[in-house]
């Protein structure tokens, strides 16, 4: 019995594309919790700039979850790079409101005219089934790298 | 907001993930998928679990949306549906589309206090 063949792995999120600022006025909206508020959308609570610190952003609820996801900064350099994990969610749930222990990273990068910004939000485990995907098209192994090609594709706009 | 998540086809995605969250279950559709065609006979023989069981596992496995069935005479055989993953595919690419609006609105936000 093959057991080896389904495993869990580990996907990624990448988002990465040019913005006509320099790196400190990102840096700006990706550490200020008040300016955090107005694009992400959601204001942290405890929110500091440094590393080790714990903060907690607040969004829809779902079953037991209450809706907090906890956060520590993880790596805070400024205008280079701002690390912190995203966990949240309750055994309780399946789909949204599951269990996420993720990190999200963001790391600029100065470019001409301005500045390259990719984020990379890691960490979500799905199941996986080679022997199942093999021969099916739109499967598991076509989607992942349309993911990626999708974000190569926004790289430059 | 993680809305966006919600809004996609839960009651599928949950009836996969939890589906899937089980071991013994996984190994149950595993042991299907990698196999053309199978019965209960022989999923018990394999799996190590009672042939009551294996049936309990099938049936969520079928509800998920996960195997078919074929009867055939006194016979049902089993077979993998790999299009029920599909959810889960749906589940990432929506936090997918999150970061993708958020970057969004962080180039309207830059344009504002960074003219």
Known sequence: ?157 | MLIHAAMIQTSSIDEVMRALADPTRRAVFERIASSDEINVAELTRTSGVTQGAVSQHLKSLKRAGLVVERPQGRNVFYRAKPEGLAPLFDWLSHYDAFWRERFANLRTLLKEIDP
């Open chain 1, 1 to 157: 019995m093959n057991t080896a063949a389904l495993q869990t792995r580990a996907q990624e999120i990448v988002v990465d594309e040019a913005f006509p600022h320099a790196p400190e006025a990102i840096w700006r909206t990706l550490t200020s919790g008040e300016l955090m508020g107005r694009w992400l959308g959601m204001e942290p609570s405890g929110f500091e700039p440094v590393a080790g610190n714990r903060f907690t952003y607040r969004t829809t609820s779902a079953g037991e979850w209450d809706g907090t996801i906890q956060c520590e900064a993880l790596d805070v350099i400024p205008n280079e790079r701002f690390a912190y994990s995203w966990k949240g969610g309750h055994e309780g749930n399946a789909g949204y409101g599951a269990p996420l222990d993720t990190v999200v990273t963001f790391t600029l990068e100065k470019v001409e005219g301005g500045t390259r910004l990719r984020l990379v939000h890691s960490g979500f485990v799905l199941p996986r089934n080679d022997t199942a995907y093999r021969n099916m098209s739109g499967g598991w192994n076509k989607v992942v790298p349309r993911i990626g090609a999708m974000t190569g594709e926004h790289a430059s706009s």
